[in-house]
């Protein structure tokens, strides 16, 4: 299937901006393209509260931005935004967290954490858990009651998000009830079919993707540390349930694929949905028809982990 037609006509906008491809760009320069993205996300719901906290831990630091959409929302989610550890920021995803929150009645902590290549592997990963920790000692504090905690991602966000569920298993970590992996990173091998056919070539390319890893981690050696590429962890068993979602037309569509077969080989619930005729990135880009299709699969799987949290809690 060939990408959609808003799509397509997306990327013929972006192709006349004259802008140079990301693996022949810098850092400043891509962060100044994803943020020139991240401003058609258009205007974002009102929330009953906003709150930013830095929190520190030892060689960590995260600023989080906690979205209320109500007084006592029923779940917790833990996001963590895409660019690749490079590029990204609260500010750039404040309205797809509003979005989520208001649509699935959860307050949203969205994850500032340090960047590549001022801050390298595992930087990322360290500040993302602490974040986690810290969410999760502070529930009560953030909603007013005992909810389900859930993490969610794009891209490395996913990566991330995905890292973090099995660091909370292993760690005596907080309970995570549902771990929500958008397009996500999960390995680091360039040689999949998806990486190699050429109608996956968009938003995203494999080249981006190399410049990425050789930002965050440029020692190819350590690329399959389970902290760096989550596929590589050896166990998989005892994890959060899964949702899972991937793109027709993504360079990463294999790896984020491959990730949802182990879950389920390991006995993790497992939702996994890839997007035909969608491109990396259609998640976030709230002014294409394919992000609602998302939004759709993500609210109603946290909705559902909210309604099981729930009757445990009653049975309980």
Known sequence: MTIDRSTAKFLTEMAEDGRKPIHESTPPDARAFASKIADLAGPAPEMVRVEERTVEGADCEATLRILVPFERPRGVLVYYHGGGWVTGSADEYDTVARKLAERTSCAIVLVEYRLAPEYRYPTAV???FMALEWVGEHVREIVGQDVPLIVAGDGAGGNLAAVT????????GPSVALQVLIYPVTDADFARPSYLDADNELLLTREAM???WNHYLPEGYRRNEPDASPLHTENLQGLPPAVIL???HDVLRDE??????RLEEAGVPTNLQRYAGQMHGFFTLLMLPGSELGFQQVVKSVRACI????RASSTG
Do not use: K
Request: net charge neutral; aromatic share 12%.
């Open 126 to 128: 360290d500040d993302s």
């Open 165 to 172: 569920a099995i660091r909370a298993r292993d760690r005596n």
């Open 210 to 212: 190399i410049w990425y």
């Open 246 to 248: 991937t793109a027709e």
């Open 256 to 261: 984020g694929e491959a990730y949802a077969a």
């Open 307 to 310: 309604v099981r949290a729930r």
